[in-house]
C-alpha cells in the first residue's frame, strides 16, 4: 500500500566500474565516478541531498579517505559491496545515513533503481542485516533509515513453515521477505513495527470497513493464518462468521482463543 509519498533524490552519485550497471541508474540522472578524480570531484560538488551509491570497494576507501578533507554533509550513503567495519565510523561522520550489509543483504541493482525511483521507497526494503547474536534483522528502508525487527516477529505460517533465518533475502523489488521458503510481507512488518506507517495506515482506513470482523481478516492475513488454524479452540465456520459479520457480540472466551491465537492483547484486535 502506497502512503505518504517522499521527494524525489535530486542528485544521485554512483561508484561504480561496471559497464552495464549504470544504464540501470539512468532514470535517476546518476553522475557515474569510476576513478579516484572523479571522487575528488564528486566530493566537493556533492549536497546535503546527494545520495552516494557504491558497489566499489576501493571507490569507498577513496570515499573514506576524502571524506576528512570535506567540510559539508554529503547527503547519505549506501555501499553495496562489503565494508570494512573501520570504514563505518567516518562515513557516519561525513553522511546523514549510511546503509550497508554483508553476504549480499541488498536488492539486486535493478530492483534497488526502481525502489530508488518510488515514491513510496521510505516504504520498501532495499537490504538488511541479519544478527544471530541479538536475534534480530535490521531492515534498510528506501530512504536509508533502518528499522530494527526480533526473530520473534516471524511466527510460524499457516501451513507451518517456519523462518530460516540463514537465507535472508529482499524480493519482490523490496516488498517481501524471504527466510528460506518463509515470506513476510514488508507492509505486514512496518503495519506491526512502524508507529507512523500504522498511523497513516489508519487513517486511510477510517473510510474503510471498520468492523470487528474486517479487523480480524486484516490481522488473521498478517498473521499469515487460515481460518481453520484457530482450531479446536475455534472453527473455520466460527471465524468465517466473526469476519463476515454475522455474529455481533464475540464471548470474552472467543477473544481470549482469538488473542492467543494472533498473539496480541484481546482488547488490540480491533484496531488492526
Known amino acids: 500500500m502506497k502512503i505518504a509519498p517522499t521527494t524525489q533524490q535530486s542528485d544521485l552519485i554512483l561508484l561504480d566500474r561496471a559497464k552495464q550497471r549504470p544504464a540501470l541508474f539512468a532514470p535517476l540522472s546518476p553522475r557515474v565516478v569510476t576513478s579516484l578524480t572523479d571522487l575528488r570531484n564528486s566530493v566537493s560538488l556533492a549536497t546535503k541531498d546527494s545520495l552516494w551509491v557504491s558497489y566499489s570497494s576501493d571507490l569507498t576507501d577513496g570515499l573514506v579517505s576524502s571524506v576528512s578533507e570535506s567540510p559539508h554533509v554529503l547527503g547519505c550513503g549506501l555501499f553495496v559491496h562489503a565494508l570494512d567495519m573501520k570504514a563505518i565510523p567516518p562515513l557516519n561522520s561525513a553522511f546523514r545515513r549510511i546503509a550497508f550489509a554483508t553476504d549480499g543483504g541488498f536488492i539486486s ?94 487513517k486511510q482506513r477510517l473510510t474503510e470497513d471498520r468492523t470487528f470482523g474486517a479487523a480480524l481478516r486484516r490481522l488473521r492475513k498478517q498473521r499469515g493464518l487460515r481460518r481453520e488454524d484457530f482450531e479446536p479452540d475455534l472453527s473455520a465456520k466460527s471465524i468465517a462468521r466473526i469476519e463476515q459479520g454475522k455474529i455481533k457480540r464475540v464471548r470474552s472466551t472467543t477473544l481470549a482463543a482469538l488473542a492467543k491465537r494472533l498473539n496480541v492483547p484481546a482488547q488490540e484486535i480491533a484496531s488492526f
Not at 526502481?114 to 535490521?138: D, K, P, Y
Not at 530494527?148 to 540463514?166: A, Q
Not at 529482499?170 to 513495527?193: K, M, P, R, S
Open 109 to 202: 541493482a535493478d530492483d534497488l533503481a526502481e525502489v530508488l525511483q518510488a515514491e513510496h521507497r521510505a516504504n520498501l526494503f532495499i537490504g538488511g542485516v541479519v544478527n544471530n547474536s541479538t536475534r534480530t534483522i535490521t531492515f534498510w528502508r528506501g530512504d536509508l533509515k533502518s528499522l530494527t525487527v526480533p526473530f520473534s516477529s516471524f511466527e510460524k505460517s499457516g501451513d507451518g513453515t517456519k523462518p530460516n533465518f540463514g537465507q535472508f533475502s529482499i524480493i519482490d523489488c523490496g516488498q517481501t521477505v524471504q527466510l528460506g521458503t518463509y515470506e513476510a510481507a514488508v507492509d505486514a512488518i512496518l503495519y506491526e513495527h512502524d508507529p507512523r506507517y500504522r498511523r497513516e495506515i489508519s
